[in-house]
């Protein structure tokens, strides 16, 4: 097994000699054998475990056991603790997603931190089949048929060659020992349902079905690659960025034929399930504000256009957030950039029509200033305007997307809207013909 390592290491240029690798170790049979091999060819590597915490004991007993293993082997360890089910309730995403997520941006941190060049870990080509599956019945496009890639930026997998047959034969041969993880067992988890149920099914009609779903696979990455050149470009020629979000003209998605197709490889990078691309097309022709999530972005259906944006990592119930700014404030950095400055004013003074500039009437103003969000219910008088408008109204009127008034801040004096900032100021707080001393207050977005 350890020529097959040296050789598939080669044949996929992985690495090279010199190069320091991170080993993801979990203390289960592929990743210690990973490890053994890594030790046996000789090569410079450094050992990580991420514990979970979801199987208590257990999980504290395979933490300690990958330290025995990299002591043994006299390389670099490093280990950390997730509270992973909070963090999944926190994302609204499953334990496994959570899982993935915390590891793999851990394992990068310490690549970096540490001066690894890769960072491995133990998939092999059971787990490359299971993914196909995982994908094909869940629903998917394309890229989600194109398995495991063998390198992935700077994460490399040096068991794509191997059977998982074969691993634990080689650990049983070489009386090497490993973690037994419970929850492998168990159909509780989808993986495990395919992996105990679907695969052996197969293994019964086709004895050699691995290689053959792999060499698969294979092929339709190569497809892929025909395509992603084509798709890049239509993707960088219809998706706009603006800041923290993207911009799609519903006008030009009515040029894409199929369009199902197009949107859904489209949206790929913002993780977009098939059925909620359907959900999408069929809102096209209806009003705004419908929205669509995906695990970390969201779609919101905003007139003529779609905005993409992040998905917001608090709730509609968050505490109130208010900021106070004292008579003498110059300067505020945080939670927006704004500058405070008091003149005197004087004959031929223009007050700027800049929105990212107020002008205020400084004594109609009591202090301390509020920054703070708008909440529902709010209302002010426009400027120009003596009648009361509820800044739900003011908002639509002014064809304010959803992103755009979760980012609304909100300057007040009191109880009263002083500046819907970058906005619009309120009629009261104007300056007019009496008005001596000014306050200007810039918003530096």
Not at 96 to 111: D, N, S
Not at 174 to 193: M, V
Not at 234 to 253: F, G, S
Request: aromatic residues 12%.
């Amino acid at each position: 097994m350890l020529r097959q390592f040296k050789d598939f290491i080669e044949q996929q240029s992985l690495f090279q000699p010199d190069h320091i690798v991170l080993l993801a170790v979990s203390g289960g049979v592929d990743s210690v054998i990973m490890a053994e091999l890594f030790h046996r060819a000789g090569y410079r590597f450094g050992v990580v475990h991420a514990n979970f915490q979801l199987r208590g004991e257990e999980s504290d007993q395979d933490e300690r056991f990958v330290e025995s293993l990299a002591t043994r082997y006299t390389v670099p360890f490093y280990s950390t603790r997730f509270y992973t089910a909070n963090f999944a309730d926190s994302r609204n995403v499953s334990i496994q997603m959570a899982a993935r997520e915390l590891r793999y941006e851990w394992f990068e941190e310490i690549r970096r931190k540490e001066g690894f060049d890769w960072i491995a870990t133990a998939h092999h080509l059971d787990d490359q089949v299971e993914t196909f599956f995982i994908n094909l019945i869940r629903g998917t496009g394309i890229s989600g048929l194109h398995g495991i890639p063998v390198r992935n930026d700077r994460v490399i997998r040096p068991l794509l060659f191997a059977r998982r047959e074969e691993i634990s034969g080689f650990a049983r041969e070489q009386e090497i020992p490993f973690r037994e993880d419970s929850t492998n067992s168990s159909t509780k988890y989808f993986r495990n349902r395919i992996r105990h149920q679907l695969l052996p099914l197969l293994l019964s009609i086709e004895p050699d079905y691995a290689r053959q779903i792999t060499d698969t696979i294979s092929r339709i990455r190569e497809t892929e690659s025909i395509l992603n050149p084509y798709l890049e470009e239509t993707r960088a020629r219809l998706i706009r960025q603006e800041q923290n979000h993207w911009i799609i003209r519903i006008a030009d998605l009515r040029n894409l034929v199929p369009l199902s197709a197009w949107l859904y490889e489209l949206l790929v990078p913002f993780g977009f399930h098939p059925s909620t691309i359907q959900d999408l097309i069929h809102a096209l022709d209806q009003d705004s504000g419908k929205t669509f999530l995906s695990p970390t972005y969201r779609i919101i259906k905003d007139r003529d256009r779609l905005i993409i944006t992040r998905a917001p990592s608090y709730d509609t119930q968050r505490p109130v957030e208010e900021y106070l700014i004292g008579e003498s404030t110059g300067e505020i950095r945080d939670p927006v950039h704004l500058t405070f400055q008091t003149i005197h004013r004087h004959p031929g003074y223009l007050i700027s029509a800049d929105p990212n500039r107020a002008t205020l009437d400084r004594k109609k103003l009591s202090f301390p200033l509020t920054l703070r969000r708008w909440s529902p219910g709010d209302y002010f008088y426009p400027l120009g305007m003596t009648k009361r408008k509820k800044l739900s109204d003011f908002f639509i009127d002014e064809k304010i997307s959803i992103p755009e008034k979760e980012t609304c801040w909100l300057l007040c004096s009191g109880n009263r809207i002083v500046w819907v900032i970058g906005r619009r100021i309120d009629h009261w707080f104007r300056v007019s013909t009496r008005s001596n001393e000014l306050l200007v207050v810039d918003f530096l977005p």
